[in-house]
């Protein structure tokens, strides 16, 4: 079965830069889309990013446009996402997901948590000075 492990968080001054990577066990990657979703304390589980199986397709949501960058390296079976300008509102719990139905590929904006499954456990990001 596949399980995705998000690992790269940590603390970071704003305007710094953090790679999150999402690895895959007992599976490959290649087959499905890609999402990242972030949590903060009090808040509910937002959509940041995803990437079709080819990479080809790539959405953002407006407040990380232009200033992350999702990625896949399908050899390793790994999806990145590179975040810099970081702000305090980035802080949050970021996981990765499999996008069971692949709707990356056929829309403008990423699909809702809802059609994602084999969550990772996440990896925190805090952006404080």
């Known amino acids: 079965q596949l399980q995705l492990v998000e690992s790269g968080g940590g603390l970071v001054q704003p305007g710094g830069s953090l790679r999150l990577s999402c690895a895959a066990a007992g599976g490959t990657l290649e087959n499905y889309a890609i999402g990242w979703f972030r949590q903060a304390p009090g808040k509910e589980r937002e959509g940041v990013s995803c990437i079709s199986e080819s990479g080809r397709v790539a959405n953002y949501r407006d407040s990380v446009k232009g200033r992350f960058t999702i990625s896949r390296d399908n050899a390793k079976n790994t999806v990145y996402l590179q975040m810099d300008s970081l702000k305090p509102e980035d802080t949050a719990i970021y996981y990765c997901?499999?996008?069971?139905?692949?709707?990356?590929?056929?829309?403008?904006?990423?699909?809702?948590?809802?059609?994602?499954?084999?969550w990772g456990q996440g990896t925190q990001v805090t952006v404080s000075s």
């Open positions: 997901a499999v996008d069971q139905y692949g709707f990356t590929s056929k829309t403008s904006a990423c699909p809702t948590a809802v059609y994602f499954g084999s």
